[in-house]
């Protein structure tokens, strides 16, 4: 266990449906990510926040929304997905101290998206 | 734009062999490099860290080592065991603050 949590593990939603995932972090972290991993690809970032403020969107499409609460929760809502969005989601906490330089990440063990 | 390149893609060995896995970038100007393992489905657990000043980290059967004017890493992993099968990713920060960039992963199986 890394203490950094993800819900649902498994989600198969259609096209037209309306899902959110969760992220919740124990290590006191101010900082967390999401990632996505598909098929035969690196992990691509997808969204930076740092003390509850997003620093980063790496040009996602606006069919994925983040949120954060507060420093130890996170999610990543979805709307009228495309099959290819299908892959392994991913949440990652890290100790941060104000700026940009980013420090040792733990990961969750993520959210298998399927689209249909 | 940084790009980390890890080779082999795969790698089988019998029980006991000792291994590398080797990671390259293309920008040296890194802030530090981490090596992952990743299990089928799972999420990664964070192996190693290396800092730029650092030349290796040692946790147990596995080593790190980093050769920033190169821009490569090796992961040592001695006494290979089947409990090792996973994929090994790389990762690096820059000093400039950018994102982690992954390697797409060494997979790695270890045969009884």
């Known amino acids: 266990e890394t203490g950094v949590t993800q819900t649902p593990r498994h989600l198969v939603m259609g096209m037209t449906n309306k899902k959110s995932l969760k992220c919740e972090q124990h290590?006191?972290?101010?900082?967390m990510y999401w990632y996505k991993q598909s098929a035969k690809k690196p992990l691509e970032l997808m969204f930076v926040?740092?003390?509850?403020?997003?620093?980063e969107n790496n040009s996602v499409p606006s069919r994925f929304s983040p949120e954060c609460p507060n420093s130890s929760h996170l999610f990543l809502h979805l709307h009228t997905l495309q099959p290819e969005d299908s892959a392994l989601y991913l949440c990652?906490?890290?100790?941060?101290?104000?700026?940009?330089?980013?420090?040792?990440?733990?990961f969750g063990p993520g959210t298998r998206l399927t689209v249909l | 734009k940084q790009e980390v390149t890890q080779i082999p893609a795969a790698l089988s060995v019998p029980e006991g062999e000792n291994l590398v896995l080797n990671c390259s970038f293309t920008?040296?100007?890194?802030?530090?490099l981490q090596w992952f393992r990743q299990d089928p489905g799972k999420g990664l657990t964070s192996l190693l860290l290396i800092q730029s000043s650092q030349r290796e980290q040692t946790s147990g059967r596995l080593n790190a080592s980093l050769d920033k004017s190169s821009g490569r890493s090796t992961l040592y992993i001695a006494a290979s065991q089947p409990g090792d099968s996973a994929t090994y990713l790389c990762?690096?920060?820059?000093?400039?603050?950018?994102?982690?960039?992954f390697g797409e992963g060494t997979q790695l199986t270890v045969n009884p």
């Open positions: 990762a690096v920060t820059l000093t400039s603050g950018s994102r982690l960039t």
């Open positions: 926040y740092n003390f509850k403020e997003q620093t």
């Open positions: 920008d040296s100007a890194i802030y530090n």
């Open positions: 990652a906490s890290s100790p941060q101290r104000a700026g940009p330089v980013y420090n040792e990440q733990f």
């Open positions: 290590l006191g972290h101010n900082a």
